[in-house]
């Protein structure tokens, strides 16, 4: 989650990182679900503002920067996978990033939801905005289905910038049901078709390069390939690389 990112690297914030992305395993309701998530709904609940328990949250893990939210109001999201002949309707956050089957259709419930001045503001004011990584149909691409905030993200001067996921060796897991990083892309412009990333970076390490290379050449974006795998976490970015490619893109790549 994103506050567990921003938290400081000390003992403190590395503690309090993995505690908030613990996610309980049981079988019962509370199964799949992080306790960042459920510490947030219980500010929430008390505060009646989201935006409120965010910075609660935030100074309590003594995060650097601060997290907002995407809409004014709780949302759920809901996605219609095709599996086969089979068409199956999921709702929530961990049943839509580990649903089967191909992606036919997704949205927030309920539809058309407002987005906080505050976060509207911060997209207004940011000189980057970076899309990815993370789970794509229920944490990426949920952003750009709320109608005041895509629209924020488009009209917005900052450099764009799309970090696709690291292949995975089961391609066939959850999300990742097959789908090429072109294919990735082709789904978020689905939701936002007038959103043009600057730049889209993928790990040296997956496959589809020279498909994606070749339609982001027709469109006007570039594509930075570099290894950013963490040798010691296989199936996570390496935070020191990211940090370093990123400033060789602000300083090499995206100049101006």
Same mark, same amino acid.
């Given at each position: 989650?994103?506050?567990?990112?921003?938290?400081?690297?000390?003992?403190? +914030?590395?503690?309090?990182?993995?505690?908030?992305?613990?996610?309980? /395993?049981?079988?019962?309701?509370?199964?799949? #679900?992080? @306790?960042?998530?459920?510490?947030?709904?219980?500010?929430?609940?008390?505060?009646?503002? =989201?935006?409120?328990?965010?910075?609660?949250?935030?100074?309590?893990?003594?995060? !650097?920067?601060?997290?907002?939210?995407?809409? $004014?109001?709780?949302?759920?999201?809901?996605? /219609?996978?095709?599996?086969?002949?089979? =068409?199956?309707? !999921?709702? +929530?956050?961990?049943?839509?990033?580990?649903?089967?089957?191909?992606?036919?259709?997704?949205?927030?419930?309920?539809?058309?939801?407002?987005?906080?001045?505050?976060?509207?503001?911060?997209?207004?004011?940011?000189?980057?905005? /970076?899309?990815?990584?993370?789970?794509?149909?229920?944490?990426?691409?949920?952003?750009?289905?709320?109608?005041?905030?895509?629209?924020?993200? !488009?009209?917005?001067?900052?450099?764009?910038?799309?970090?696709?996921?690291?292949? /995975?060796?089961?391609?066939?897991?959850?999300?990742? $049901?097959?789908?090429?990083?072109?294919?990735?892309?082709?789904?978020?412009?689905?939701?936002?078709?007038?959103?043009?990333?600057?730049?889209?970076?993928?790990?040296?390490?997956?496959?589809?390069?020279?498909?994606?290379?070749? #339609?982001?050449? =027709?469109?006007?974006?570039?594509?930075?390939?570099?290894?950013?795998?963490?040798?010691?976490?296989?199936? #996570?970015?390496?935070?020191?690389?990211? +940090?370093?490619?990123?400033? #060789?893109?602000? =300083?090499?790549?995206? @100049?101006?």
């Amino acid at each position: 989650m994103a506050l567990a990112a921003l938290c400081s690297d000390d003992e403190w +914030g590395r503690s309090w990182a993995e505690i908030m992305q613990y996610r309980f /395993t049981s079988d019962g309701e509370l199964n799949g #679900h992080a @306790v960042g998530n459920l510490l947030l709904a219980a500010l929430w609940d008390r505060d009646e503002d =989201t935006v409120a328990g965010l910075d609660r949250v935030g100074a309590l893990l003594k995060v !650097v920067g601060r997290v907002l939210p995407m809409a $004014a109001q709780p949302l759920d999201i809901e996605a /219609t996978f095709e599996n086969g002949p089979e =068409t199956q309707i !999921v709702r +929530g956050q961990s049943e839509v990033a580990t649903a089967k089957g191909r992606l036919k259709s997704l949205r927030v419930l309920p539809e058309n939801p407002s987005s906080r001045e505050e976060s509207l503001e911060a997209i207004k004011d940011a000189d980057w905005i /970076t899309m990815g990584p993370g789970s794509w149909f229920s944490s990426v691409i949920p952003h750009l289905l709320v109608p005041s905030q895509r629209s924020a993200i !488009v009209a917005s001067g900052a450099k764009k910038i799309l970090l696709l996921n690291l292949d /995975t060796a089961d391609k066939s897991a959850g999300e990742y $049901a097959g789908y090429s990083p072109l294919e990735h892309l082709q789904i978020l412009s689905t939701y936002a078709p007038d959103l043009h990333f600057d730049c889209v970076i993928i790990d040296s390490s997956t496959d589809g390069q020279d498909e994606l290379r070749n #339609h982001l050449s =027709t469109i006007g974006s570039e594509l930075v390939v570099a290894d950013l795998r963490d040798g010691g976490a296989p199936l #996570h970015h390496d935070v020191k690389k990211l +940090g370093q490619l990123f400033a #060789h893109i602000d =300083t090499e790549i995206l @100049v101006g």
